[in-house]
């Protein structure tokens, strides 16, 4: 892209300084931060990819242990306290694997708004190179998923890590509930089943709830001032509140929008 360097035109009629386009000290500082970001994002990466894999280890290793203890001693006391032994302590891994991979994935989608931003100036600075441009710009939460290359979803959650973790996890709780109910009461086999999944179902929907949360409010914490295109982000709205002063209307203002088009 050819980015023309601020020069100064002086002569006796203008005696000022004209500035042809950015300096070159600003498109130093924003391909610094584009680069800064750029690796925060693959640093979110690897750690999801780390901490994923450690959980699902832990979960592979304890499934084997069981099976080997309930060849041993079929479902008898022993494989019962050692599985109320080893399953809440897969939980509670579990747990706090989720909640970093949730808030991983929300940063993540933080530092591809503020890279959004950086190229909305890209593509503004030179218009008539915008052709060589694939990924557009804007900086709306939905811009980490046209960074990717891909359309919106309201479903995108199911695709995440988080979400693979946490359906891990329900099912742990499912079987955990299940063998408590098992060893306390006389319940028949359906039932115990019946019980196991309703847990599955509900802790997973409460998960699928909790990152919906996370992401509302990563979303109203910043406000969209770019469109995919690179232009300003502009709407009109009304003041809320009473109008001062008889019959006088409501106030109108342009301000940045926080709610684009869902898909690009």
Known sequence: MNVHESRDTRDSSHPESVTDGPSGALLSM???EHYTLQSARSSTIVEANGRSMLFLSAVSGATVALALVAQLDGLGQTFRVFAFTVLPALLALGFTSYA???DLAVH???YARAIGRIRAFYLTTEPGARQFWLLPAG???HAVMRQAGQPHSRWHHLGHTATSVAAVNAFIA???VGL???ASSSLTLPWLAALAGG???GMFAGFFIDQERRWRRSDQAVTTLFLPDGQPATSVHVLSGRPTGSGAAPTRVLSPVADLPRSQ
């Open 30 to 32: 924003l391909t610094t």
């Open 100 to 102: 970093r991979l949730a």
């Open 108 to 110: 993540d989608a933080f």
């Open 139 to 141: 900086d709306d939460p």
């Open 174 to 176: 499912g079987v955990f």
């Open 180 to 182: 408590v109910a098992s």
């Open 199 to 201: 847990v599955t179902v």
